[in-house]
């Protein structure tokens, strides 16, 4: 079992940053594929980014945050962060972290099973 624990939500104004912070703890390990996924209610949840964290592999991102959201992993502290510049306002959502045992190339596909959840931490961007 992978426990993981969203923190960096918060309001932010229209064109500012934000990073947000998912650890990981319990059945961790050094391969897996971690990532950051968005909703908002009414609508269906948004891959945003993943990257796996074993090896130099592209991180995924989806088009509305290319450019703008960086996802980086510290694998000595087991911690997944997004980076997020130039926000706007369509960017208000829950922001999940999520993580699966699985391949690089699954990882990178924009359409990977997720196995473990975090609890979500809310950005919201006011114009």
């Known amino acids: 079992q992978v426990r993981l624990a969203e923190s960096g939500g918060g309001s932010v104004q229209a064109g500012g940053s934000q990073r947000l912070s998912c650890a990981a703890s319990?059945?961790?390990?050094?391969?897996?594929?971690m990532g950051w996924f968005r909703q908002t209610p009414g609508k269906e949840r948004e891959e945003v980014a993943a990257?796996?964290?074993?090896?130099?592999?592209?991180?995924y991102y989806a088009d509305s945050v290319k450019g703008r959201f960086t996802a980086s992993h510290d694998n000595a502290e087991k911690v997944l962060y997004l980076n997020m510049n130039t926000l706007q306002p369509e960017d208000t959502a829950m922001y999940y972290c999520?993580?699966?045992?699985?391949?690089?190339?699954?990882?990178?596909?924009?359409?990977?099973?997720?196995?473990?959840w975090g609890q979500g931490t809310q950005v919201t961007v006011s114009s």
């Open positions: 999520a993580a699966a045992f699985i391949g690089p190339y699954d990882c990178s596909s924009g359409s990977w099973s997720t196995s473990f």
């Open positions: 990257i796996y964290t074993g090896g130099a592999h592209n991180p």
């Open positions: 319990g059945a961790t390990d050094d391969n897996v594929c």
